[in-house]
């Protein structure tokens, strides 16, 4: 890992009512990586993707992209700039096709969207690009559906396509396998191995399998404290680690 | 199943279109000539309808205060055919503004006040949502309503009348058919131009952050500037609305600005079906027919209708047009 990271955050801490989630968090993500993200319910792992992404504001501590300063950038210039996040609990629009969900996914990154004129059905170019995503999460059975109306591991499909969407440089994927079910996952596992090449991935996961097998580094978030990052054979092994996660004795 | 709600739908529009167009013959051949003055009504409020409705149920934007727009308009026009019933000047300083019955003039300024307010009071306004955005669009178009009453060189409480509807070139619109077809012409432009605005990208940004505007942040959307232009154009349509309802009359009054009046927008929006172009229409003549028919039995009609909507509210979360829309599409 000599090369430059793509996201790097320093010292970030966020507090809720006096209470902190996360307390002076570093953390860096390279490009052809996968970090996956790991810790107990409430360790804070959300909140830090909330603040990568520019949803919460940090109370401390800056966020670089690409050695950029971004800590004053909203999310929605972040995600325009390449860090594009998925939700744990699905976030989709409910009432709109899985097509126009896609549809909006592309094109926030088709320059603005004051056009108030021609039909986005019509719109070829658009079109050509969602129909790529649909194909690649095996969703083009689903374009006339409302996404609301999918099934759960649909649903969860469509969520991590959108923040696919514009060739994002990091993805942060907040649990993208919640509640798919083994057979999901093994396929969702089998895609995310083969995005590592062209994304940086931060990706929470509770399913250890997963995680071992495509995890470059492990991070545990504890309390709010990163209490190690590093090699995955590592965290095994570290006492710490075990104590607060594994359950081991 | 779909498919013949779609030819329900379509067979409504083409006999509503064609009964529309014809109905000033009719009414003269039944003799009862003033339907089409009441109808004309009917349309104006349409198209006011319709404008709110791409705020409330394409945006998500529930706003109480749509009629300040629609009044302000109308004020425009009605200042401008007053003075130039005189020969003033509105203004002489620090540049004149004189007055002008000239309506492609006059209506286009109605539309572009209407809209410079609201791009002051959406850019305040949109920074809430939920009931705060309802209360605060009710704060500023209660401030506009007691601004025109309290405008005494304009009639204050007791309004202004102004004598002769405004100037089209080739066209007499003193004569109520007439007028009637302006009216009717202009509704359907402005339903064909949402229709097209609706569908556009920014028709499908605005839709989507009514649905889930933390998503349309995350993907990268500013959300704010695409709902306040969408506030602006909502506005502008009123305010036409507001300028074809001066003409109407030759009348105006702070009434037009009223939190009662956007109210009644509302339920006309909501009645016909939220998220629809023709929904709003079809609210509109209901709420305007059964009025007219209520009112004839007792002043205290709001008895009877209240429970109507309330009924329509619980059964029909798509209002009329709700009926005849398949379930699980946009």
């Known amino acids: 890992m000599s090369s430059r990271p793509v996201l790097e955050a320093v010292g970030i801490s966020k507090r809720f009512a006096g209470v902190y989630a996360n307390r002076d968090v570093s953390i860096d993500l390279h ?28 109370d401390a501590g800056t966020v670089a992209f690409r050695g950029e300063d971004i800590t004053r950038l909203k999310s929605h210039a972040r995600a325009r700039l390449g ?33 108030f004129w021609k039909a986005v059905d019509r719109d070829d170019g658009l079109l050509e690009k969602a129909h790529d995503l649909a194909r690649r999460f095996d969703l083009m059975d689903d374009l006339p559906t409302l996404a609301g109306a999918l099934a759960h591991g649909e649903k969860r499909q469509l969520e991590v396509a959108m923040a696919l969407a514009g060739d994002p440089a990091v993805l942060l994927l907040d649990e993208p396998m919640a509640g798919i079910g083994p057979g999901g996952s093994v396929e969702l596992t089998r895609l995310l191995d083969s995005l590592k090449a062209r994304h940086a991935i931060l990706l929470i996961e509770h399913d250890m399998d997963a995680v071992f097998a495509l995890a470059d580094r492990v991070a545990v978030l504890d309390g709010g404290e990163l209490i190690f990052c590093g090699d995955p054979q590592e965290v095994r092994r570290d006492e710490g680690v075990r104590r607060a996660y594994l359950g081991d004795t | 199943m779909a498919d013949r709600l779609q030819l329900i739908r379509i067979v409504i529009v083409v006999v509503a279109g064609v009964g529309l167009a014809v109905l000033p013959w009719v009414a ?25 409705d791409l705020l409330v149920g394409y945006g998500g934007m529930v706003s109480l ?64 949502t939920g009931i705060h955005f309802i209360m605060i669009t009710l704060a500023f178009a209660q401030m506009l309503f007691f601004f025109f009453v309290s405008l005494e060189q ?6 202004l009348g102004f004598y002769g509807r405004n100037a089209l070139p080739g066209l007499d619109v003193d004569n109520d058919t007439q007028f009637y077809y302006v009216c009717l012409v202009l509704l359907v432009v402005f339903v064909f131009i949402a229709h097209r605005l609706v569908r556009s990208r920014f028709g499908i940004v605005i839709r989507g952050a009514r649905q889930n505007e933390r998503r349309m ?37 702070p009434g037009l600005l009223h939190w009662t009046l956007s109210g009644q927008l509302l339920v006309m929006v909501i009645l016909g079906g939220m998220g629809s172009l ?53």
Request: glycine share 12%.
């Open chain 2, 278 to 330: 023709f929904g709003p229409v079809l609210g509109a003549f209901v709420f305007l027919v059964l009025e007219d028919v209520l009112v004839a039995y007792t002043e205290y009609w709001m008895v009877y209708f209240g429970p109507f909507l309330v009924l329509m509210v619980l059964f029909s979360r798509g209002g009329f047009w709700g009926f005849i829309k398949r379930e699980g599409s946009e």
């Open chain 2, 28 to 52: 003269e051949a039944v003799g009862e000539g003033f339907v089409t003055y009441q109808v004309t009504r009917m349309l104006i409020y349409a198209l006011a309808a319709v404008s709110l």
């Open chain 1, 83 to 115: 860090v594009s996040r998925s939700f744990q609990v699905s976030a989709l629009f409910d009432g709109l096709t899985v097509e126009h969900n896609l549809l909006l996914a592309v094109q926030v990154h088709e320059g603005h969207s004051f056009r």
């Open chain 2, 65 to 128: 205060g749509h009629a300040a727009f629609f009044g302000l308009g109308a004020y425009v026009t009605a200042i401008l055919s007053f003075h130039a019933g005189d020969g003033s000047n509105v203004i002489e300083w620090p540049f004149v503004i004189a007055g002008s019955n000239q309506a492609l003039w006059l209506w286009v300024l109605s539309m572009l006040v209407s809209a410079v307010a609201a791009l002051g009071i959406g850019a305040v306004c949109l920074r809430t």
């Open chain 2, 154 to 159: 304009y009639g204050g409480d007791d309004g």
């Open chain 2, 217 to 253: 942040h995350a993907l990268g959307f500013p959300v704010f500037r695409y709902k306040l232009t969408m506030f602006v154009i909502a506005a502008a349509g009123a305010g036409l609305a507001g300028a074809l309802m001066a003409n109407q009359s030759e009348f105006v009054s």
């Open chain 1, 31 to 58: 490009e052809g990586e996968l970090l996956a993200l790991i810790g107990p319910n409430g360790a804070g792992k959300s909140t830090l993707v909330n603040q990568l992404a520019g949803e919460t504001a940090s």
